[in-house]
């Protein structure tokens, strides 16, 4: 995905910053801790589709 669309694309639940998963499927927000799916190269800004990950702080 190019800079220049992640730099313009915000979380649909919180408007916050979004950032590739590290295999490049999905875009992250881990205000949220939403991941949303990429599909041929089209990410799905969908929050309904959205799916949680769990965070990777420990207590």
């Given at each position: 995905?190019?800079?220049?669309?992640?730099?313009?694309?915000?979380c649909?639940?919180?408007?916050?910053k979004?950032e590739?998963?590290?295999?490049?499927?999905?875009?992250?927000?881990?205000?949220?801790?939403?991941?949303?799916?990429?599909?041929?190269?089209?990410?799905?800004?969908?929050?309904?589709?959205?799916?949680?990950?769990?965070?990777?702080?420990?207590?």
């Amino acid at each position: 995905m190019k800079k220049e669309l992640l730099d313009i694309l915000a979380c649909p639940q919180c408007k916050g910053k979004i950032e590739p998963s590290e295999d490049k499927s999905a875009l992250l927000c881990h205000a949220c801790q939403l991941s949303y799916a990429i599909r041929d190269g089209i990410p799905i800004m969908i929050i309904e589709e959205a799916k949680p990950f769990p965070s990777q702080q420990s207590a």
